[in-house]
T-cell receptor, first 115, second 115 residues
Framework: AQTVTQSQPEMSVQEAETVTLSCTYDTSENNYYLFWYKQPPSRQMILVIRQEAYKQQNATENRFSVNFQKAAKSFSLKISDSQLGDTAMYFCAFMRSNSGYALNFGKGTSLLVTP | GAGVSQSPRYKVAKRGQDVALRCDPISGHVSLFWYQQALGQGPEFLTYFQNEAQLDKSGLPSDRFFAERPEGSVSTLKIQRTQQEDSAVYLC?????????????FGNGTRLTVT
């Protein structure tokens, strides 16, 4: 079974600063997909960014980017120019390429953006 | 509707009662998923439907949990003889094709409290 570890239960960052959230995973698969989801207090999970394991180029989506280190099985999320609306729980998730559907989530990191 | 709708938003049940949680996916979405999110944890996969077919129910924690999607749209997650350990947020998600090609759209979840 694949496991996803988020070692930072809580993080805090000042508005406009940059913060990096860590995620490591364990798998014997060679191809798979990785995701970062955001969960605000409304509880709705929102996709932030995704990465295919066979792509070496790190994914970016506006202020969000990842540092994907396949050999180290690491998938960190960098949020630049943090905004108050970024305050939320952030979950890292793994999906096997041949399953097509089931996501394995980490326990999450609570991010607080302060003025 | 515009998004995945779940009802009720909150449910309190006495131990031993049966509950039914409803999910209205985005119209036309083939794939539907149920996840269970315990307090302070990431979501855990419960079950997956493709249209009306339940293709994977490996995550259902016991035979007290039952899910159906008889017409390939609305889905119901039923929990019989609820126990305190069933207390959690139950998230429903849908996607139009595979999870990679069409990201999951999550509902706001149903928070179940068993007293």
């Amino acid at each position: 079974a694949q496991t996803v570890t988020q070692s930072q239960p809580e993080m805090s960052v000042q508005e406009a600063e940059t913060v990096t959230l860590s995620c490591t995973y364990d798998t014997s698969e060679n191809n798979y997909y990785l995701f970062w989801y955001k969960q605000p207090p409304s509880r709705q999970m929102i996709l932030v960014i995704r990465q295919e394991a066979y792509k070496q180029q790190n994914a970016t989506e506006n202020r969000f980017s990842v540092n994907f280190q396949k050999a180290a099985k690491s998938f960190s999320l960098k949020i630049s120019d943090s905004q108050l609306g970024d305050t939320a729980m952030y979950f890292c998730a793994f999906m096997r390429s041949n399953s097509g559907y089931a996501l394995n989530f980490g326990k999450g990191t609570s991010l607080l953006v302060t003025p | 509707g515009a998004g995945v709708s779940q009802s009720p938003r909150y449910k309190v049940a006495k131990r031993g009662q049966d509950v039914a949680l409803r999910c209205d996916p985005i119209s036309g979405h083939v794939s539907l998923f149920w996840y269970q999110q315990a307090l302070g944890q990431g979501p855990e996969f419960l079950t997956y439907f493709q249209n009306e077919a339940q293709l994977d129910k490996s995550g259902l924690p016991s035979d007290r949990f039952f899910a159906e999607r008889p017409e390939g749209s609305v889905s119901t997650l039923k929990i019989q003889r609820t126990q305190q350990e069933d207390s959690a947020v139950y998230l429903c998600a849908s996607s139009s094709v595979g999870v990679w090609n069409s990201p999951l759209h999550f509902g706001n979840g149903t928070r179940l409290t068993v007293t």
